[in-house]
């Protein structure tokens, strides 16, 4: 079954950074745009940025632009959001999202990030 699976999740101090991991398995990967998104507790999924097939698509929401970094290996099949000068308002379920015009679409399960001292 194709699928995207999320991993690098875990427990960050405040300040701290962290790389998180897309793999797609089972489909054309490179056809797809990738997107990351995360969910905070209580509230709704929001997207932090993307990035297209090319490796040098990447773009952020104004809130992560200078600290997130979107990143992709078409020949791994892997996306990656690398994290940094992490706070506590970066704690969420992080998702990824692959999008490919007139193809379906996999969403991952997420990782949890907490960023806490």
């Known amino acids: 079954q194709p699928h995207v699976r999320e991993s690098g999740g875990g427990l960050v101090p405040p300040g701290g950074s962290l790389t998180l991991s897309c793999v797609g398995s089972g489909f054309r990967f490179h056809w797809y745009d990738i997107y990351w998104y995360r969910q905070s507790e209580g509230k709704e999924r929001e997207l932090i940025g993307s990035i297209g097939p090319a490796p040098d698509s990447a773009s952020y929401v104004d809130s992560v632009k200078d600290r997130f970094i979107i990143s992709r290996d078409n020949a791994e099949s892997t996306a990656y959001l690398q994290m940094n000068r992490l706070t506590s308002e970066d704690t969420a379920v992080y998702y990824c999202?692959?999008?490919?015009?007139?193809?379906?679409?996999?969403w991952g399960q997420g990782t949890q990030v907490t960023v806490s001292s």
């Open positions: 999202n692959a999008v490919s015009k007139a193809l379906p679409t996999f």
